[in-house]
């Protein structure tokens, strides 16, 4: 117990129930800071439940209980953390959790299942859950929500059991029990008739994969909403894609603008680009920090929040780039003092292929056991370019191009290029000795790739360890298997003795 | 009822891709494209030199090799084609054309693709980006792609003539097969078919599987030869119910065989490989170009679940629904081949909204891409034909008490 | 007077220790996280009572 990494045995805070025996003590000036964000994180959940709709929502949908565990999704996120690393975890999982309140607030505040405002709700536009959205970037009077990501997506990583009611549910329906649990799940809260009824129309898409395309054209039936889809291509880095998902974007902006009567100004377009492009600036000098050999910002400190701002955001919310060149400073101070991540680094490792949603802290422990450092994962390694900041026609194709490039499918489409290829090519400049390939199990766009990843690790001598799991479904792989993975790895193959032996195994079966 | 003259050769020219007439155009000089979808428009591939067929791995046994590059948990036919593929059996091929159609067919040429596994001088394999929607956008996509990666594409490595008189010479031989097939089928709207629906799924499959001009002499002898059949009288006892067959891909016409030994007459047909809409003729008027027009035909026919606007999502229904009534149909069986996404979904929506909200019995299944003899699903076919008996008396006002 | 606001201040001191000294032991020891796990299941049965529509 004590300020240094693995001072603490942290897999004996686990007694195989839904809590951990107690918060971990992280010297007294962490623990100090870990306690005051406590203090913040109910501050700002109890305010959210103190408002009459909230409140109502809290009893009306099944899925609100997830969120009874998010000082827990808190501490499982910043386990192990210390110094600089958990100043920044904070700074992005607070702000993940404020923004959290903030959007079902807004939708509650909308859902006329609860007897919400039918004016406010007439201001809502809906998008697909995996959609990039920055086509609302120009709409300044609506305000874009993703009804799915309250009771999905967020409800997964807060606890890992969270979505599992709803994948059944879609089943039970008669879609298969092979398909992602992701959409499946999503289906499951339509069929059950467990999402807030607001909005004036929806925006849905292609993005990420098959699945969720399909999952939506049968949710469209419980939104019951004016809906336009947008369509992607699946082989987007062919050039001749361009015009054809460019005139996606005019269509899907002209289709908001005739039905919510609001029109498209750029001004407020591109203010907002230059929000994101700011971010994007941000997020390129971590990457550059993370190949040298004091990284910083790293694993759980990029997944999730990438996605939070670079997806969900789009450069609306200007919170998330103050919050990012805050960090950026916390990172050029602990890189300066050259600040270590782990207690020993003993491998440096890209995270490829689809995180599981259940397990979001798993690259915290790859940290904290086995010294292997999550220097950056797949899903975040998304577009880094710079978008325009003053011309309509080419905003067609630069939001085309950043819809191509959303978070889940930028890799798992458009072909073996920026699949397979370019897994080699970011090891190389990471200078990465180690792959941790998540394997979504039920996923069907990246394992038809499976072979082809074997055959070239080897030929690029890069230890390539699969991690099996179900992205929202722990009953095909549980927290304990997808560990199993890498200890089997680490015992066997590299002949390596875990940084912390408590955390080699230990029952979370039960836990959020 | 008297066998098909021609039906035992065109069983036997199914059970192998590189079959007899595909040798023959390859001998004359052809040069021979694997295929795989309806979205990469048929009616290009009767160009002179060309002969196109769909990519299949008829007699396929296991997939050990295949299941190690996809997974165990990918689509058996994408699993059945890399295997093929590792084995050597697309060697005869000049190149492939394919469309995105799913990920995971995306997914199974890449790999044809990296691990070289076609080496044919001068093969090479052109990935097709389909558009995803029935509107004007998609139909523009669609012309720049197929102009740009297919047609263009032949003139450069082949010089295949693509100019628009060649392109309607190509139409009128795809529609003379879409015709023949047309009248062949319609026979099956009759009350006592003088086709079964296994003998016409194998006439349309062999179409998938051989050039045309070479198929047609075969074709217009059986269309001949029906127009004089006569149907079997013990038919009605043989087949119990009839029923329209819907779903992802069926290459081999041995499964709809089993359904019907189960008792089910398959009067119709909605399934990728079958007849509609891709046996539908395209017709041309003089006012636009020809390119354009075989694209249209593609985009608005299209019934893959891909087309996800919302216009497409119901016509989709309204198009079974035209065909039940059409042919005649008790009921629809919908099938998909197992770990298909789209098919999954489709299949799952269509058993709800079809038996709900347009009143048919649906019979709704999964199944392997090798068509065993399956006990399960004999069982499952003559249940539903029993529900679909008991449905008919009570309608009659001859169900009982119950 | 300034007695009265010594007191005040003394009372505020005792109640900003008290409830610094009770919230330390419910953050270290995990004590809002058990009580979220003893509420989890009768808020389950709660929505498991609910009537729903079921159905696309």
Aim: glycine share 6%.
């Amino acid at each position: 117990m004590g300020k240094a990494i693995n001072s603490e045995k942290l897999g004996k805070m686990y007694n195989g129930k839904r809590y951990r025996t107690r918060r971990e003590w992280r010297g007294l000036k962490d623990t100090w800071y870990d306690y005051t964000r406590w203090l913040y994180i109910w501050k700002t959940m109890i305010k959210f439940m103190a408002n009459p709709q909230c409140l109502k929502g809290f009893f009306r949908y099944r899925w609100m209980v997830n969120y009874l565990a998010a000082p827990d999704f808190l501490d499982r996120h910043t386990e192990g953390l210390r110094g600089p690393q958990l100043r920044i975890a904070h700074k992005e999982f607070d702000l993940i959790v404020e923004h959290m309140c903030t959007t079902m607030k807004t939708l509650f505040e909308a859902d006329q299942n609860i007897g919400g405002d039918p004016e406010k709700s007439k201001k809502l536009v809906l998008l697909d859950e995996n959609m990039m959205s920055q086509v609302m970037n120009g709409f300044p009077n609506l305000t874009a929500i993703v009804p799915e990501i309250p009771p999905i997506y967020t409800s997964s990583t807060m606890a890992q059991d969270g979505v599992i009611h709803y994948v059944d549910v879609c089943e039970e329906y008669g879609v298969p029990g092979d398909v992602c649990p992701m959409p499946a799940g999503e289906l499951g809260v339509a069929i059950e008739d467990d999402y807030p009824k607001v909005g004036i129309c929806m925006l849905h898409c292609n993005t990420t994969c098959d699945g969720s395309l399909m999952g939506n054209s049968l949710e469209q039936r419980r939104f019951d909403l004016p809906s336009f889809g947008i369509a992607v291509p699946i082989r987007y880095t062919d050039p001749e894609t361009r015009d054809y998902a460019a005139q996606e974007i005019r269509n899907a902006i002209k289709f908001v603008e005739d039905v919510t009567g609001e029109k498209f100004d750029w001004n407020a377009y591109f203010k907002n680009m230059k929000t994101f492009n700011g971010e994007t600036k941000c997020f390129k000098e971590w990457l550059e920090v993370s190949k040298t050999d004091y990284p910083q910002v790293i694993g759980n400190n990029v997944a999730l929040y990438r996605d939070a701002y670079y997806q969900v955001a789009g450069g609306r919310d200007d919170t998330f780039l103050k919050n990012e060149q805050e960090i950026c400073k916390i990172m050029y101070d602990a890189y300066d003092k050259k600040n270590p991540v782990v207690s020993e680094v003993r491998h440096r490792a890209i995270l490829w292929g689809v995180q599981a949603q259940y397990y979001s802290a798993f690259p915290l422990w790859l940290q904290n056991c086995w010294g292997i450092v999550p220097l950056i994962d797949m899903l975040s390694l998304t577009s880094t370019d710079i978008y325009s900041e003053d011309d309509p026609e080419q905003a067609y194709y630069d939001m085309a191009d950043l819809y191509a490039k959303e978070n889940m499918r930028n890799r798992s489409e458009g072909g073996l290029d920026v699949g397979v290829d370019d897994l080699w090519r970011f090891c190389e400049e990471y200078r990465a000795d180690m792959v941790i390939m998540y394997e979504h199990t039920r996923c069907k766009s990246m394992t038809g790739y499976h072979g082809i990843f074997d055959d070239e690790a080897k030929k690029h001598g890069i230890h390539l360890i699969w991690v099996p799991h179900g992205l929202m479904d722990p009953r095909y792989a549980s927290r304990g298997d997808m560990r199993n993975e890498v200890n089997r790895y680490m015992r066997t193959v590299l002949h390596e003795e875990p940084l912390d032996p408590s955390l080699e195994d230990f029952d979370d079966v039960k836990a959020w | 009822m008297k066998d098909l003259k021609h039906l035992y050769e065109f069983e036997k020219l199914l059970l192998e891709s590189n079959n007899d007439l595909v040798r023959q155009a390859a001998d004359r000089g052809d040069k021979i494209i694997g295929i795989n979808c309806f979205q990469l428009p048929e009616a290009f591939y009767n160009l002179p030199g060309i002969t196109a067929i769909h990519v299949r791995a008829p007699r396929t046994g296991t997939m050990e090799m295949g299941t190690y590059y996809m997974t165990s948990m990918t689509c058996e036919y994408c699993r059945a084609v890399v295997e093929r593929a590792l084995e050597g059996g697309y060697q005869f091929l000049d190149a492939i054309l394919e469309t995105a159609a799913c990920s995971q067919v995306a997914d199974c040429f890449e790999n044809l693709e990296r691990l070289q596994l076609c080496n044919k001088e001068g093969f090479f394999i052109a990935h097709i980006d389909a558009p995803m929607k029935s509107d004007e956008n998609a139909v523009q996509h669609m012309i720049r792609m197929t102009r740009r990666r297919i047609l263009d594409r032949l003139t450069e490595e082949f010089g295949t003539d693509t100019s628009e008189a060649a392109l309607r010479k190509s139409v009128e031989i795809h529609n003379e097969v879409c015709r023949l097939i047309s009248e062949i089928g319609a026979y099956r709207a009759e009350e006592n078919p003088r086709i079964t629906g296994y003998e016409f799924a194998v006439i349309c499959l062999v179409t998938y599987a051989c050039p045309k001009d070479l198929l047609l002499p075969m074709l217009r002898e059986t269309a001949e030869e029906l127009k004089t059949r006569e149907p079997d009288d013990e038919k009605k006892k043989k087949y119990r119910a009839r029923v329209l067959l819907v779903g992802s891909e069926i290459d081999d016409a041995d499964y709809v065989k089993e359904i019907e030994e189960a008792g089910a007459l398959v009067v119709a047909d909605r399934y990728c490989y079958g007849s509609y809409p891709d046996r539908i003729p395209i017709e041309l008027n003089d006012e636009e170009d020809v390119l354009t027009q075989i694209c249209r035909h593609v985009v608005k026919n299209n019934q893959c679940p891909r087309y996800m606007d919302m216009e497409a999502v119901k016509y989709r229904k309204d198009v079974l629904d035209q065909l039940a009534k059409k042919y005649h149909a008790d009921g629809i069986i919908v099938q998909q081949m197992k770990f298909c996404n789209f098919w999954g979904y489709e299949r799952a929506g269509m058993q709800h909204i079809m038996r709900e909200e347009y009143g048919y019995p649906v019979l709704s299944m999964d199944r392997p891409y090798v068509v065993t003899s399956s006990g399960q699903l004999r069982t499952r076919v003559q249940a539903f034909v029993e529900s679909i008996e008991i449905k008919q008396l009570h309608q009659e006002g001859k169900g009982g008490d119950d | 007077m300034g007695k009265f606001i010594g007191n005040v201040i003394k009372f505020i001191v005792i109640i900003a220790v008290i409830l610094f000294v009770l919230s330390w032991i419910v953050y270290y020891f995990n004590l809002d996280m058990k009580l979220a796990s003893v509420m989890e299941p009768i808020m389950n049965k709660h929505y498991d009572r609910m009537k729903r529509d079921k159905r696309l």
